[in-house]
């Protein structure tokens, strides 16, 4: 039980198949007590608490859109009600187009880039100022992608902001170490999640075979290795790592396709 008595709060983590499921339900197996929030699948998200507090640790499910700066400083205010503090913040929320550069919209630009960037300033903005509040340090932990580090074809935006990611978690890393909050990054790799149910490159079961194929440990991610990576940034183990990315991708980052 390495989180006993901390408190947590993850965003994007309404759909049980999701990576900010496995994210919390591996935070509360650690001792934590553990706020979710999503969007949509407000009933879902409601079950996911549920079943957080039949772990025998505290929850509540904070609804917000992380695009709105307002929206973010109630959530964490109710977390931090309910819970009372805020020492570990998991900005995974995140959303994904498939498009070639020619064919990038401005409807899906503002869309990914609202989420993807804005969303996580304003999310970890707002965890910082509160955990600079309470004067105990904290844990930001971003999902980010394996895009952090590489280039695909037809994501071009999400990549980009996932480099954004990166960017963002470096230069948090610097400006936060003085209050000991400490922040770091996890690249999933390929999870299937409903995030994926779209990809055009797995709609066969040749699709996903040959996706297997290029991933040398030859197997998609499960959502409980996401979390127990996000485990080791929260726990006493990551104690003396900030500004790092940590790929759980099976590989994939060191792949034919890496750059
Ligand atoms: N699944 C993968 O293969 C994969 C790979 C690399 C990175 N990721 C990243 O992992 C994170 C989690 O994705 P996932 O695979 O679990 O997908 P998912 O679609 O299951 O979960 C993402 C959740 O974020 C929520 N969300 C979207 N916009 C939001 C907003 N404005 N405010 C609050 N919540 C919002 C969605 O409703 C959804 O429930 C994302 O940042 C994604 O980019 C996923």
Same mark, same amino acid.
């Given at each position: 039980?390495?989180?006993?008595?901390?408190?947590?709060? $993850?965003?994007? &983590?309404? @759909?049980?198949? @999701?990576?900010?499921?496995?994210?919390?339900? &591996?935070?509360?197996?650690?001792?934590? #007590? $553990? %706020?979710?929030?999503?969007? @949509?699948?407000?009933?879902?998200?409601?079950?996911?608490?549920? &079943?957080?507090?039949?772990?025998?640790? /505290?929850?509540?499910?904070?609804?917000?859109?992380?695009?709105?700066?307002?929206?973010?400083?109630?959530?964490?205010? +109710?977390?931090?009600?309910?819970?009372?503090?805020?020492?570990?913040?998991?900005?995974?929320?995140?959303?994904?187009?498939?498009?070639?550069?020619?064919?990038?919209?401005?409807?899906?630009?503002?869309?990914?880039?609202?989420?993807?960037? !804005?969303?996580? $300033?304003?999310?970890?903005?707002?965890? &910082?100022?509160?955990?600079? %509040?309470?004067? /105990?340090?904290?844990?930001?932990?971003?999902?980010? @992608?394996?895009?952090?580090?590489?280039?695909?074809?037809?994501?071009?935006?999400?990549?980009?902001? +996932? +480099?954004?990611?990166?960017?963002?978690?470096?230069?948090?890393?610097?400006?936060?170490?003085?209050?000991?909050?400490?922040?770091?990054?996890?690249?999933?790799?390929?999870?299937?999640?409903?995030?994926?149910?779209?990809?055009? #490159?797995?709609?066969?079961?040749?699709?996903?075979?040959?996706?297997?194929?290029?991933?040398?440990? !030859?197997?998609?991610?499960?959502?409980?290795?996401?979390?127990?990576?996000?485990?080791?940034? %929260?726990?006493?183990?990551?104690?003396?790592?900030?500004?790092?990315?940590? /790929?759980?991708?099976?590989?994939?980052?060191?792949?034919?396709?890496?750059?």
């Amino acid at each position: 039980m390495r989180l006993q008595g901390k408190t947590a709060l $993850v965003t994007g &983590a309404a @759909s049980e198949r @999701s990576i900010g499921w496995g994210i919390a339900r &591996a935070l509360a197996a650690e001792g934590a #007590d $553990v %706020a979710v929030n999503d969007i @949509s699948q407000l009933d879902a998200l409601e079950n996911r608490a549920d &079943a957080i507090r039949a772990m025998g640790q /505290r929850s509540i499910a904070v609804p917000a859109d992380v695009t709105q700066p307002e929206q973010v400083e109630a959530m964490i205010a +109710k977390t931090v009600e309910a819970l009372g503090g805020l020492d570990i913040m998991v900005s995974n929320a995140g959303i994904i187009r498939w498009e070639h550069f020619l064919d990038i919209t401005p409807a899906n630009l503002r869309a990914i880039v609202n989420v993807n960037i !804005k969303g996580n $300033v304003f999310v970890c903005q707002a965890a &910082a100022r509160q955990m600079i %509040a309470q004067g /105990r340090g904290g844990r930001i932990i971003l999902t980010s @992608s394996v895009q952090s580090d590489m280039q695909f074809p037809i994501t071009p935006v999400y990549g980009a902001t +996932k +480099k954004a990611a990166h960017t963002l978690v470096g230069v948090m890393a610097l400006e936060l170490a003085q209050y000991n909050i400490i922040v770091n990054h996890i690249g999933p790799g390929w999870v299937s999640s409903a995030l994926n149910d779209l990809s055009p #490159d797995l709609q066969t079961a040749e699709g996903i075979e040959a996706q297997r194929q290029v991933v040398p440990l !030859k197997r998609d991610g499960s959502i409980d290795e996401m979390g127990r990576a996000v485990v080791y940034f %929260a726990s006493l183990d990551g104690d003396y790592t900030t500004g790092a990315f940590l /790929r759980v991708d099976g590989g994939l980052g060191i792949s034919k396709y890496s750059s």
